[in-house]
């Protein structure tokens, strides 16, 4: 996969990459460090479906959403070898017992036998979480597990 | 009431008046640069009100206000831009050239204006406005379009041409023969060749010079050495502007960032105020008899633009609704027109009519090309679905 970088004179530089399907998909940076997500157009390859104007804030917490998956394709990855262990991604919701708890408090590896991972928080990867991390609203918590012990552990986090 | 009173109140009713035409053509998404003609028209020599009050500022303002239109012009595109843009693309720059000079000296020769004035009026139907183009670009969202910086591209040779034009008009507007004219031009040509080496190699030492951690100081220092270039420029017969242009172009990297930025406001004052002084010493009882040729120079110079944009389009392997974009991009003529116009009418050598004839012009074209550019795509789809076109 190449990313083409364009200098745009006067206004800044297009950085864009050509998917499998034929569509172009990148960035333009103003000057001024604006960025602009731009979408080609499926019918007119050479113009843009959308042109959407970002701030810094977005473009970090849009950048890590999308590297997100890419994560936990990778642990995932890792865990492929160990037959029976997978990983899955667990939302806290409003109305989980474990919202401004910690970690610990969900007793999770004693309960079920899975781990805690990793823990999604507005766009940024808290990674090997400690037991006394406090779990918020908002967050994706990943756990490794097995099937059955995965099973146990959306049953603890998300009874009400 | 004493004239600086007179003047202080008057001052007052011309920025506050520009103030509130300039939000009317925000809300309607243009530029603001007719609006202001207009303005000026309206309170000028045989307008509805006499501003008399105004002339000293105005005069010295408008001279400022082209200064920093020009000096913000050479700090739009780095010199490494400008040499890129002539490497990559010079021969769609050779095209614009010819196709849009040649009605504007045509029609200025066939009013009997004479080489002078077709020299003026070439650069007035040739130069787009690179402030009107890239702000329509971003309002319809066309930055990540393929053909864009095709568009832009253009615009940067239209920069560099400007370099060599200007100290070329005002060496014939000064009246030198055509020997004359020819060492002005190898002489320019020379002048450019330098600065731009200068810039690519040692732009960092020109910055240094004018570079402070200070915005205050900077904006004096730079203020200060745009004034003094321009003032040295003009001593030495290659106009003001020219000379900003090029310290504009010397200046490099973050610097010309910062420039660009912390000049802005002040470029927005001078050079509104360098829009109505034009517009005040242009008679308005003189447009109807140049109405005519405005429409149709206006008429042929949009097609111009649009073959110039359809074949560089074209040359980079892009679509037909691409090549139209970026030909109908172009079509847009704003503030260097005018202040080709403006050097001409202020250095006498031309008839007042052409002041009259350029306002129109870019009237017409400042209005009319923002809104091409936004619906020759619908219009562009229309023909293309019409099975075998009458264009092919």
Known sequence: MKIEETPLPGIGVRRELTLATGRRVGVVTHRDGQAELIVSRTDDPDACAASIPLTAEESAALGALLGHTQLIAQLSAEQEDLSGVTTHQFPILHGTPFAGRTLGDTQMRTRTGTSVVAILRKGKVLASPRPDQDLLVGDIVVIVGTDAGLAAAANILHSQ | ?392
Request: hydrophobic share 55%.
């Open chain 2, 1 to 392: 009431m004493n004239s600086t009173t007179l003047s202080l109140i008057q001052l007052g009713i011309v920025f506050f008046g520009l103030g509130a035409l300039g939000r009317l053509a925000g809300m309607i998404g243009m530029s603001p640069v007719p609006l202001y003609l207009l303005g000026g028209l309206a309170f000028g020599h045989g307008g509805l009100i006499d501003l008399a009050g105004i002339n000293d500022f105005g005069h010295i303002a408008s001279e400022i206000g082209v200064i920093l239109l020009l000096l913000m012009l050479g700090l739009e595109y780095t010199a490494t831009e400008l040499v890129t843009g002539l490497r990559q693309s010079w021969m769609a720059g050779v095209l614009d050239l010819v196709l849009n000079m040649v009605p504007g000296a045509a029609v200025a020769l066939m009013l009997g204006w004479g080489p002078v004035g077709a020299l003026v009026m070439a650069g007035v139907t040739y130069i787009s406005s690179s402030g009107i183009i890239a702000k329509v670009l971003g309002d319809l969202g066309r930055l990540g379009n393929r053909e864009t910086p095709v568009v832009l591209s253009i615009l940067v040779l239209e920069d560099l041409a400007m370099a060599a034009y200007l100290p070329v008009l005002t060496a014939v507007l000064a009246g030198v023969s055509l020997a004359g004219g020819l060492t002005a031009v190898g002489i320019a040509l020379v002048v450019v060749t330098a600065v731009l080496v200068l810039a690519v190699r040692f732009g960092h030492l020109v910055s240094t010079i004018i570079d402070s951690p200070d915005r205050e100081s900077f904006l004096l220092k730079l203020l200060g050495a745009a004034l003094l270039v321009a003032g040295l420029a003009s001593a030495l017969q290659v106009s003001a502007a020219v000379g900003a242009f090029l310290l504009g172009i010397a200046i490099s990297g973050a610097t010309a960032h910062d420039a660009a930025r912390v000049l802005e406001p002040l470029r927005d004052l001078f050079a509104a105020m360098f829009f109505v002084v034009f517009g005040l010493n242009t008679d308005p009882t003189s447009i109807p008899p140049v109405l005519g040729y405005a429409l149709l120079l206006g008429l042929v110079t949009a097609l111009t633009k649009i073959a110039t944009g359809w074949w560089a389009a074209r040359r980079q392997g892009i679509g037909h609704l691409g090549r139209a974009r970026a030909g109908a991009a172009l079509i847009a003529r704003g503030e260097f027109s005018i202040v080709i116009a403006g050097l001409a009418v202020a250095s006498g050598g031309v008839p007042k009519e052409l002041a009259a004839l350029a306002t129109t012009y870019v009237l017409i074209m400042a209005v009319f090309g923002p809104v091409v550019a936004r619906y020759i795509e619908p219009v562009a789809r229309t023909l293309q679905r019409r099975p075998a076109a009458a264009t092919a």
